[in-house]
T-cell receptor
Framework: SQQGEEDPQALSIQEGENATMNCSYK?????LQWYRQNSGRGLVHLIL?????REKHSGRLRVTLDTSKKSSSLLITASRAADTASYFC??????????FGAGTTVTVRA | DGGITQSPKYLFRKEGQNVTLSCEQN?????MYWYRQDPGQGLRLIYY???????QKGDIAEGYSVSREKKESFPLTVTSAQKNPTAFYLC???????????????FGSGTRLTVV
């Protein structure tokens, strides 16, 4: 079953701007992960945040997690054309398999 | 280089035919997974395996079968019982119990299956 839901479904921004997308989930989790998928390709793991963490950074990526609201956000700063992709959140609900949301499609305009 | 190899990249199936999608990894990962992705949608879990010679059904296992005879290999068969098999199929692996908690999944590049 799909636990995560991303919002918005699609996002179009100018190069250099920041992109923010959100993920909501339904049950308690061990961790939440974000993945990127370029068109027609496999997914690439971006960042993992554990349930006892509130914020995590990796390069131009910033992830927050609010377990009381069962939500997470992914911020991409200073976006580039190469950031054009679909972004998925995935939750590990203590059952050793990930449940993925439907994704946010990000288009970065030059 | 370590990674996951899926083959073929494109596959065409006739009505009533079984087809097998290959997934091989050289990452020494214990756990392997098969997901299905339909256009504009997220990933749905078909089958997963935490260890050799053992596997479990995911959310949409009907019409699919798998085997896990070797640690490196986790082939997926799409049977004629799967009425709507046209989709993008993704294989993934992780270290295992610790892997999902710490390292996430490594994905293959996918197989696009089309019914003709």
């Amino acid at each position: 079953s799909q636990q995560g839901e991303e919002d918005p479904q699609a996002l179009s921004i100018q190069e250099g701007e920041n992109a923010t997308m959100n993920c909501s989930y339904k049950t308690s989790i061990n961790n939440l992960q974000w993945y990127r998928q370029n068109s027609g390709r496999g997914l690439v793991h971006l960042i993992l945040i554990r349930s006892n963490e509130r914020e995590k950074h990796s390069g131009r990526l910033r992830v927050t997690l609010d377990t009381s609201k069962k939500s997470s956000s992914l911020l991409i700063t200073a976006s580039r054309a190469a950031d054009t992709a679909s972004y998925f959140c995935a939750t590990d609900a203590f059952d050793y398999k990930l449940s993925f949301g439907a994704g946010t499609t990000v288009t970065v305009r030059a | 280089d370590g990674g996951i190899t899926q083959s073929p990249k494109y596959l065409f199936r006739k009505e009533g035919q079984n087809v097998t999608l290959s997934c091989e990894q050289n990452l020494n990962h214990d756990a392997m997974y098969w997901y299905r992705q339909d256009p504009g949608q997220g990933l749905r879990l078909i089958y997963y395996s935490q260890i050799v010679n053992d596997f479990q059904k995911g959310d949409i296992a009907e019409g699919y079968s798998v085997s896990r005879e070797k640690k490196e290999s986790f082939p997926l068969t799409v049977t004629s019982a799967q009425k709507n098999p046209t989709a993008f199929y993704l294989c993934a692996s992780s270290i295992g119990d610790l892997g999902v908690g710490n390292y996430g999944y490594t994905f293959g590049s996918g197989t696009r299956l089309t019914v003709v």
